[in-house]
């Protein structure tokens, strides 16, 4: 630490010193998946589940004695998923890195330092798929096994491989320009979704930058008695400081409610991992109670034989994601403003 000598004051500032530091500029935050619920470990490949509906019934009036003539039955309607085998792009440390002491590593500790980023890392993959319009599929020859991102299961780009009693309603998602997405929009969504569920919901929303930015200002509008829209500030002033506040990410209607996490991983390249148009404007709005991962493999590092280039490994896991219903759940996806 290097210091500067204050003599007026007599004391010795402590300035910080950065060259032994690694600044990283991404966030490694993942709330998608650090919020998803996980569920008991896998043993096959695949996972089979039902879905009931409660039917719409009214109550006859019976004359006294009468027997019952008629039975119905409670139906289920199954459904099924499939894991996914994945790996990071891997780690190699060659030997003068290793023997070599870097700004923010010591010497011989290079190897470690890539195992830790290697896992970062992965976990970010994973984010990505798991907000991804991948649609499941069956090994198959040479073709993998492959999860359901969550932008499949709600209808995003193809159909969903749950049953039609366990599909997102139409009214649920919202496909328009995100200019007009409008807290009557949203309130429409939770409407639809109520009804199907048959009581107010409660969601978690896991959107991108400019959908999250629009919700924020619906808020800072003011209609005047001309029916003119404009933008107001709210401040919030008191003795310690005062802010411009222009963040909402709570929505309260009369059916549901709605908490917001901005993300950048919505809907990201299959291919290359890239965010899309789409990225920035959509969200998935849902019930978390519905929604787990179930994993055969955790998150493992693994290290391989030194061929002679220095030592190598990178970061596997096993998993599937696992909505268990999508029909009182919703779904903003657009790529236009």
């Given at each position: ?126 984010e990505r798929l798991l907000l991804s ?103 919030n002033m008191d003795q310690q400081d ?96």
């Open positions: 630490m290097a210091g500067i000598f204050e003599p007026t004051q007599g004391t010795m500032l402590r300035i910080p010193d950065y060259s032994d530091r690694i600044t990283s500029i991404t966030s490694v935050k993942t709330p998608f998946l650090r919020l998803l619920k996980r569920g008991a470990p896998l043993a096959t490949t695949r996972h089979s589940w039902n879905v009931e509906v409660y039917p719409v019934e009214a109550a006859s009036a019976s004359v006294d004695g009468a027997d019952t003539s008629s039975f119905t039955y409670m139906p289920r309607y199954p459904c099924e998923t499939f894991i996914q085998w994945v790996k990071s792009n891997g780690w190699q440390v060659g030997t003068i890195a290793q023997a070599s002491a870097t700004a923010g590593v010591a010497k011989n500790r290079e190897k470690p330092n890539q195992i830790l980023k290697d896992g970062i890392r992965f976990n970010l993959m994973l319009t991948q649609t499941h599929q069956a090994e198959s020859g040479l073709n993998p096994y492959k999860l359901e991102g969550a932008l499949g299961y709600l209808d995003a780009t193809s159909a969903s491989p749950l049953p039609s009693q366990a599909k997102i309603d139409a009214g649920a998602k919202f496909t328009g320009a995100l200019s007009t997405f409008t807290p009557s929009a949203l309130e429409t969504m939770m409407v639809s979704a109520a009804r199907v569920k048959r009581e107010p919901v409660d969601w978690t929303g896991i959107v991108g930058d400019r959908i999250q930015r629009s919700m924020s200002m619906w808020a800072q509008k003011v209609v005047d008695a001309t029916a003119n829209t404009t933008y107001f500030p709210h401040l005062a802010k411009l506040v222009q963040v909402v990410n709570f929505f309260k209607f009369d059916q549901g409610t709605c908490r917001t996490l901005p993300s950048y991983y919505v809907g990201c390249d299959l291919t290359s991992g890239e965010p899309t148009a789409y990225s920035p404007r959509s969200g998935i709005f849902v019930d978390l109670n519905q929604w787990e991962t179930r994993w055969q493999v955790p998150t493992t590092p693994r290290e391989f034989p030194d061929l002679g280039g220095g030592p190598r490994g990178d970061t596997q896991a096993v998993l599937m994601l696992v909505c268990m219903s999508a029909a009182a759940q919703g779904l903003v996806y657009t790529q236009t403003d």
